[in-house]
């Protein structure tokens, strides 16, 4: 029984979700869904990029992840089915896929035209039923990328005109938040090993944090390094800088949203100025 991962911001208000869904199943009716998350904010194509990327490894091999965060629906934007690692994805072309393409994990991509493979009526405002869902359904029932559209070089793909955090001298990275979790935590586009690389050695002992211009001092392995109510940064499970306040809402702290900057450094005591 294949799988299909659901990636949306469409929210569980309404019926948007479920009538996807029962579109799949319609296709494909012994296919197994999985609601990763919905509740993303509208239009957040980089958080969902880096959800998919931090996601997509533990689902079994054959998975379908069904991603619409399509903030150009109805436009002329392509409609992506791509594969790699014995994983499939279905997009829009609008950047979310441009993580996995980087870290070489898709390797081949088709643009999917033939209208013989959407629902018979196609709104120009819910492509995540009409479009989406039966392409998903269609890889699920066995039909690979090649036989489901012209095939792209992912290269060509649409990317984010922000690919990642800003290198900065001597030894210092900006970032951003790119989600908040229902904990307050601040999950930023800095990796782990942009992290490592800051250092030149093992760990990250030396590497220091601001967060919306807030000193927080060195990484901390765990929440419960400081003291509750008090801030701090660390690696997540997604290996993505974060930052946290234990048994609180780093986001109510620092009044963060998406986009508020971050910095990584080594060295002097303040460089977010310098970046």
């Not at 965060?69 to 896929?97: I, K, M, W, Y």
């Not at 898709?106 to 009526?121: K, M, N, W, Y």
């Amino acid at each position: 029984m294949r799988v299909i991962s659901l990636l949306t911001d469409f929210g569980n208000a309404d019926e948007y979700v479920g009538v996807m869904k029962g579109v799949i199943l319609s296709i494909t009716p012994d296919v197994r869904l999985v609601d990763l998350c919905h509740e993303l904010p509208p239009g957040a194509v980089a958080a969902a990029g880096a959800m998919l990327e931090a996601s997509w490894r533990f689902f079994p091999q054959g998975t379908v992840h069904l991603c619409v965060v399509d903030p150009g629906v109805g436009t002329e934007r392509r409609v992506l089915a791509c594969s790699g690692q014995g994983h499939f994805f279905v997009a829009p072309d609008n950047g979310l896929l441009g993580h996995l393409v980087r870290a070489g994990v898709i390797t081949d991509a088709a643009s999917v035209e033939d209208p013989g493979f959407f629902l018979e009526q196609v709104s120009d405002t819910f492509h995540g039923r009409d479009v989406f869902a039966p392409v998903a359904a269609r890889l699920a029932s066995g039909l690979s990328p090649s036989e489901l559209g012209t095939p792209l070089y992912p290269g060509d793909l649409v990317f984010l005109d922000r690919p990642g955090p800003v290198r900065g001298e001597p030894h210092a990275l900006a970032g951003q938040v790119i989600w908040v979790d229902r904990f307050g935590n601040l999950i930023t586009d800095i990796r782990a090993e942009e992290l490592g690389r800051l250092t030149g050695a093992p760990g990250f002992g030396n590497v220091r944090v601001e967060a919306a211009g807030r000193p927080l001092g060195t990484l901390r392995r765990t929440y419960s390094d400081v003291k509750p109510g008090e801030l701090l940064a660390l690696v997540g499970s997604r290996g993505l800088l974060e930052i946290a306040c234990n048994m609180g809402s780093a986001q109510k702290v620092l009044k963060a949203k998406i986009g508020t900057k971050v910095v990584a450094f080594t060295g002097g005591e303040e460089k977010g100025e310098a970046l």
